[in-house]
């Protein structure tokens, strides 16, 4: 056995101390290599390949161990390199540190020699700025002199000169601080007397500061006035614009030097840079600033203000037309001066409208300033002149006033001019309930229908405030029709109301009979109303397929609105006739109405119905056939109620008979008479009401009771809404008909109620069956 094994054979006693997992990892193996072999050699024949699978075994064993070998012999290697590099790195660190030490001895004793030559410094210093003051004495001497001398040339308006002058007592300045700074050294002593000396020369070139500001006070003054300078003499303006540039060209290139040359570059001198460039536009804006506030605009109220608005625009484009064919001749082509003073113009004008919009102004007057802003600035007459658009595009100026803006100015326009139409409209129905009570017949128009004076103030009132809100925008335009229209509604609400008011003081009155032309006045207002729907109709028209969208509340109803006072009109007009009426109908279907005969009072209850029809032609379509058709309707309404009431129960056939043929007559006086007014009137009514009188009559005038179950029948397939209190009414007035018959024919009725047909109008829903009266009986007698 080798040493390797020996020193295998040795290790696992020691192992668990090391490595306390060997034993289980030998286990596993030595557990592995038994299923393989048991599993290989499980049969004889496998037994005699044994000392094959032993010599394989034993090769890949060695070629392990020597790979094994070579990794670690190469781990070996690389730990001793790198051992010998840090014996040579702590060799060398030792060395440094050696060298250093001895820089540090020879440093201090070197610093007693340094501090001999800091004293040559302060004494080299002290004399380089004794000369440079001794070598400008001459020029401080002459600044008081120059001072003044430059003061005269600015008082005098010679600019271009006093300008030269400044430059060079500038100059002089600069070149006198920077001696006395270039002389100095980093040291504390020079670095205390230089800034002694700088104080001296500032103070000896202290007017040099006021004579920049008096200057530039003339310059800007000049500038200022430069639309009056050009159009007399614009040499001044032309000096003024000289000097800026001058100034210009000394800031840009003491910044250029002072960015060039680092840390080595002079200080720029105080005051610099001026940036008078941008200052001259600033004070060209003051400049037109200034121009606005001469108009006095401020006070400027009432009908003036479109006159103001009208100013305004004449200035600014005369100011303009200097400004493009005078001044900028005057300024260097990047100035771009006109499009300049167009952005001044513009951004006081913003200013100015929006001190205008807050003002407590009237109809008229935001009218006049929201024409101006959306139309008038815009147009080739302003700002949109083609000289102009060369110049700079009208979108790069940006709206004049801002949308909420606006969109607040036309708030405020619909409100004032709500609050007027408000006004107007509460006036003229103040008129219209006035002409109601006059003792002539309504005003007719050139076809002969009634009306007065309301339809006509309203329509024009809300047409013209649309046309004149259409001047402005669409939008304007729908908000003011849209708020016409909620006026419309409330106009008409209180009309309505006025009607019911008139009704009832018509019935308070009646027995004086103060207002013969009550029953006028009704139909003008109809005919108003129809007018008024017309008008209505068109203004919803105008209206832009978007406005539907932006309504803030629920949309105006005038229409609807206009419906109902036409129904309370109506509804008015037909209770009066019934008020006619009602003393012919008192005589009709009676005992006494029988037996005389007499058709008398049918013909004076035609005179009444025809005099009604004529009123009503002077209604205007279609309410005019709506009129004729509740007329019919009411009539038989009436004399089937004047039925009901049973006044008259027959008493044998022959009264049956002669009841029959008097309501058949009546039918027919009716019928004639409708039919010859509504061939008059030149239409055709759907609505036949006439037709049930002779149905009526037939059912009266039928001889066999046994034949009423047919008859009634008939009757209800006609009218489904007729009920049983009826028919039993209808029995009662016949006066013939048995107990059992009746009630077959209620029966017959309980069972066969069809449902109303469509488009049909109930008749006897309107018709209310009086109810029995209970039989006095005495108390000691039994009631039969």
Avoid at 119 to 132: G, I, K
Avoid at 293 to 305: A, N
Avoid at 470 to 487: A, K, N, P
Avoid at 653 to 669: G, K, P, S, V
């Amino acid at each position: 056995m080798s040493d390797g094994d020996k020193n295998g054979g040795d290790k696992p006693e020691a192992l668990p101390e090391v490595w306390p997992e060997a034993e289980r990892a030998e286990s596993l193996a030595r557990g592995a290599a038994l299923k393989w072999a048991s599993g290989v050699f499980c049969r004889p024949e496998h037994l005699e390949r044994l000392g094959q699978y032993r010599k394989r075994e034993s090769q890949r064993t060695s070629s392990i161990q020597s790979r094994l070998k070579s990794v670690v012999q190469s781990y070996l290697e690389g730990v001793g390199w790198g051992l010998e590099q840090l014996r040579e790195a702590r060799e060398e660190l030792k060395e440094v540190s050696r060298a250093l030490g001895k820089a540090g001895v020879e440093s201090s004793r070197n610093a007693e020699g340094v501090k001999a030559l800091e004293m040559m410094r302060e004494v080299s210093v002290n004399h380089c700025q004794l000369l440079a003051a001794v070598s400008n004495l001459p020029r401080l001497y002459s600044v008081q002199s120059m001072v003044s001398e430059t003061e005269r040339l600015v008082e005098s308006r010679r600019l271009l000169e006093a300008h030269a002058r400044l430059m060079e007592l500038e100059c002089w300045q600069d070149d006198i601080l920077w001696q006395l700074h270039g002389a100095g050294a980093p040291g504390t002593a020079g670095t205390a007397l230089s800034a002694q000396d700088e104080e001296l020369v500032r103070n000896y070139f202290s007017g040099v500061g006021k004579l920049v500001e008096a200057l530039g006070k003339e310059l800007w003054a000049v500038v200022g006035s430069g639309l009056a300078l050009a159009r007399q003499n614009p040499t001044p303006f032309v000096s003024a614009v000289r000097i800026v540039e001058r100034e210009e060209a000394l800031d840009q290139a003491m910044l250029e030097e002072r960015g060039g040359a680092g840390g080595h570059s002079r200080p720029l001198p105080s005051g610099r840079p001026r940036c008078w460039r941008e200052r001259f536009f600033q004070v060209l804006e003051e400049a037109v600033s200034a121009r606005f506030r001469s108009v006095s605009y401020l006070h400027t109220r009432g009908p003036g203000l479109a006159g103001h608005l009208s100013a305004l625009q004449h200035g600014i484009m005369g100011d303009l037309a200097t400004v493009r064919h005078l001044l900028d001749h005057c300024v260097p082509p990047h100035y771009n001066l006109t499009r300049a003073y167009l952005r001044a113009c513009h951004r006081c004008l913003q200013s100015h409208l929006g001190q205008v919009s807050g003002w407590e102004l009237e109809s008229g007057e935001i009218f006049a300033v929201l024409n101006w802003v959306l139309h008038i600035y815009n147009s080739s007459d302003m700002m949109g002149h083609p000289d102009l658009m060369v110049e700079m595009e009208s979108e790069e100026l940006g709206p004049l006033i801002s949308q909420e803006c606006l969109e607040q100015l036309q708030n405020k326009y619909v409100h004032s001019v709500r609050k007027s139409v408000s006004e107007w409209m509460h006036k003229a129905l103040e008129v219209e309930l006035t002409d109601w009570q006059r003792d002539q017949e309504p005003d007719t128009d050139h076809e002969g229908f009634y009306l007065t004076s309301l339809p006509t103030i309203i329509t024009q009132m809300l047409e013209e405030n649309a046309r004149v809100a259409l001047m402005v925008s669409e939008s304007l335009r729908d908000q003011t029709i849209q708020m016409g229209l909620y006026e419309m509604e409330n106009l008409l609400n209180r009309f309505r109301e006025a009607l019911v008011e008139f009704g009832k003081e018509h019935r308070r009155d009646q027995s004086t009979n103060q207002n013969k032309f009550y029953l006028h006045y009704l139909l003008a207002s109809i005919s108003n109303c129809i007018i008024l729907k017309t008008s209505t109709e068109s203004l919803q028209q105008q209206l832009s397929s978007r406005s539907a969208s932006r309504f803030s509340r629920t949309p105006p109803g005038p229409l609807a609105a206009l419906d109902r006072a036409v129904r309370r009109a109506c509804r008015l007009v037909m209770d009066q006739l019934l008020l006619e009426l009602q003393p012919f109908l008192q005589g009709l279907l009676s005992r006494s109405w029988l037996a005389q005969g007499d058709v008398t009072v049918t013909l004076k209850l035609c005179g009444v119905l025809e005099r009604h029809f004529e009123l009503y032609s002077r209604v205007r379509p279609p309410c005019r056939q709506r009129l004729q058709e509740e007329c019919q309707w009411l009539t038989v309404v009436e004399y089937v109620r004047v039925l009901m009431q049973k006044r008259l129960v027959c008493r044998n056939a022959e009264e049956r008979r002669q009841l029959a043929q008097r309501m058949a007559l009546d039918a027919q006086h009716l019928r004639d008479l409708f039919q010859g007014l509504v061939e008059v009137e030149g239409s055709v009514s759907e609505v036949n009401p006439m037709a049930l009188l002779p149905v009526l009559a037939d059912f009266i005038r039928l001889k066999d009771p046994s034949m009423l179950t047919l008859e009634v029948s008939g009757l209800v397939a006609k009218y489904p809404d007729i009920s049983d209190e009826h028919v039993s009414v209808l029995l009662d007035v016949r006066g013939d008909v048995s107990r059992d018959v009746r009630g077959t024919v209620l029966d017959l009725l309980e069972q066969s109620t069809p449902p109303l047909p469509a488009g049909y109008r109930p008749i006897f829903s309107d018709i209310l069956v009086p109810t029995p009266s209970m039989p006095f009986c005495l108390p000691t007698a039994k009631c039969a």
